[in-house]
């Protein structure tokens, strides 16, 4: 079991340890500006919450039901876009989130989908916001 335990550390990067062990952005926000929830096929539920500012999304959470991996993954979503542009989240793909990672097993590459589909709609969400105000009044969770 030590084994075990030992080959764990040792076989992921510093980057995916500390995503997988961050629980300071997790966090359900209130009255988000974007917020999108999906659920993988393997039951792993990730939501995404957005505030923005102009063009800025200032800040972002997440509230994950999820394996470690799922974890990880929904992290690394929040670590890159707070302070990127809308347009630059637009730009994060399911790639290059198991890049920033390094160490994501090949076969829980899905939960590096399922984070980026929670973000795709969260921002999708932010913009139709913004196009109705009067609905985020009524964007419940």
Known sequence: MDEEVSDFWQSHSLKYLEMAFRTDKQEIIKHPDGYGKKTGDCGDTVEIF?????????KA???I???????ACANTIVNMVENKTIDQAWEIT???????????PQ???????LAVGAL??????LLELRR??????YNVR
Do not use: R
């Open 61 to 63: 959470s997440n509230y």
């Open 132 to 137: 109705a105000q009067w609905k985020k009044a």
């Open 107 to 113: 076969d829980h590459f899905h939960c590096a989908e």
């Open 65 to 71: 039901n999820g394996c470690m991996n799922t974890a």
């Open 94 to 104: 399911p790639e290059m989130v198991a890049g920033y990672l390094e160490t994501l």
């Open 120 to 125: 795709y709609m969260a921002l999708s969400n």
């Open 50 to 58: 957005l505030v923005a500012f102009d063009n800025t999304i200032e």
